[in-house]
């Protein structure tokens, strides 16, 4: 028979607890470490490094063929069917030959694939992205000597010869632009991969939300300003530099009267196909397994109407134009372009990273498993830096795409191959066979698809009641990449990222706390109502870190909440001896934080309370200044009979007292024992029985 265990015996008594300090070890030994373990080498650390650059070697292992393959084969034979027209349509936007698109989207898949680790994202064009690809090859066209308002998708428009004396002569418009892209790309994929290298994946983590969805905004507005002229048929010149979106705007008015009858009408059929068939996937979504190819549709029927109809000959409707088979021998980037573009490439690097890797770990965190972000910048930053020599643009992932990857059962990056042996499929046959194809029905594919981008706008509202700060971080973002540029709205999103930050820190919530009944807990005592203030101890919480930006405000915020300016009344005893001045203010009531009256008391029995506990928990890190603020506060109220105690300190927060001299020399010395308390209640409780000792000692000399 098996006997019961024994009863476990409490013990009410009190238990010292001792903090296990972490053996100390010198830099030179860490570095040594570090060192040894990244300079090792053995088969098994050779292949454990092969595994984490290549992921798809560990995985493809362990690949069900029965569970995923189906699965995977019909979400990228979607994706595939996805890639044809939108890869075509955002050659607009990049301001290339779709071509080059195609060989973008099918280089991309192939190398994710390898890379990756992330097994749902897609990665591939990106309107985004091909809203600032274009923005630079336009604007280098432009100072290389050609026409403006000279599209590259317009046949014949490769006739045109390079009149500029810093480039080569026998080079063509497109020629030119593809040479920038490819620079561009080249640039944006070596910041990223050294990102990677360096692992700075962490970097993408201060793009935040509201920023990015402000920047999809004002970019998706851009977008949309920019397909404008297509939907209308008109030419008009492609403006540059601040205000781009107003200047647009202005032109088109002014050019609506030569709008092209045509064109109007192809774009005002297709809008209303591509958006009704939107709206109907939308609702049916669970019912359907796989989302209507709506866009292939309607660009096979437009091809077919413009081939038969002849619309470009008898109306004068601008067409793809011919679309050639088979790929280009590869091409090294200029150096010279990749100087002149090395600033661009920086926005472009953050903006895919950002993006790949915050889509990335939302869908791991869906599915159950885990992404590297480090490896994500490496593979995407691969996917721009090998394509580069390959006739090829920027790329990261996106998420339309992405959702639609996961809706049709994809279960690893296999599926990309797939999608890429469809874009192979057009590559090697089909392209020629889109040469008839309206560009007004290409602009219609690239308005439609911003649809979810532009209906952010009305998630502002429920942003402003949640966080104020982070609805300006959207505003701003938003208004400068609309009036200003892309660029510049991803630098003010930025700014205002790190303002906003720096201004919850600087001035955090600063409280005074009550007792909860006779618990051994304590709460802000203007939120809650019933608590017990503790007689002669006054609990403040400083909810933030204290550092040298927010010093000044936890000074006058304590003493404005406990009603005595320790810094100034110590200083006029100093100067004045033993005379004390009595203050007629009481405990600072309100919230108002500022600048405390100089009539404050001098006296601990006139301040109403001889112990001052600051509840450390919210405080997150200290630096230097915020240690010598506690230790002048603590000689401040010193020299006015007061204690000062700390409770909840953090391991860090305690490390940091320690070397910055506020604590005893060893460890576990008694002065330590003496400051810093597990809770505000065993502070509490220590200032009131230290209390006692003193006025029984002086009642009793």
Known sequence: ???SPEP??????PVLVRRQRPAPQGLCEMLKARLWRSCSCSMLCARALVQDLLPATRWLRQYRLREYLAGDIMSGLVIGIILVPQAIAYSLLAGLQPIYSLYTSFFANLIYFLMGTSRHVSVGIFSLLCLMVGQVVDRE?????FDPSQ???QPGANSSILNSSDAMLDCGRDCYAIRIATALTLMTGLYQVLMGVLRLGF???YLSQPLLDGFAMGASVTILTSQLKHLLGVRIPRHQGPGMVVLTWLSLLRSAGQANVCDVVTSTVCLAVLLAAKELSDRYRRRLRVPLPTELLVIVVATLVSHFGQLHRRFGSSVAGDIPTGFMPPQVPEPRLMQRVALDAVALALVGAAFSISLAEMFARNHGYSVRANQELLAVGCCNVLPAFLHCFATSAALAKSLVKTATGCRTQLSSVVSATVV???LLALAPLFHDLQRSVLACVIVVSLRGALRKVWDLPRLWRMSPAD?????????????VSTEAGLLAGVILSLLSLAGRTQRPRATLLARIGNSAFYEDATEFEGLVPEPGVRVFRFGGPLYYANKDFFLRSLYSLTGLDAGCVAARRKERGSEWEVGDGGPAQGKDLGAVSSRAALAPAAAGFHTVVIDCAPLLFLDAAGVTTLQDLRRDYGALGISLLLACCSPPVRDVLSRGGFLGEGPGDVAEEEQLFLSVHDAVQTARARHRELEATDAHP
């Not at 476990?8 to 008594?13: H, I, S, Y």
């Not at 066209?141 to 000597?145: E, K, M, R, S």
């Not at 609805?471 to 938003?478: D, E, K, Q, R, S």
């Open 471 to 483: 609805a300006l971080v959207w505003a701003g973002t938003a208004a400068t990449c609309m009036l």
């Open 151 to 153: 599209e590259g998708l």
């Open 1 to 3: 028979m098996d006997e």
């Open 424 to 426: 192979l499929l057009v």
């Open 141 to 145: 066209l432009q100072l290389a000597g």
């Open 203 to 205: 970097v993408s983590a």
């Open 8 to 13: 476990l015996q409490q013990d009410t008594g």
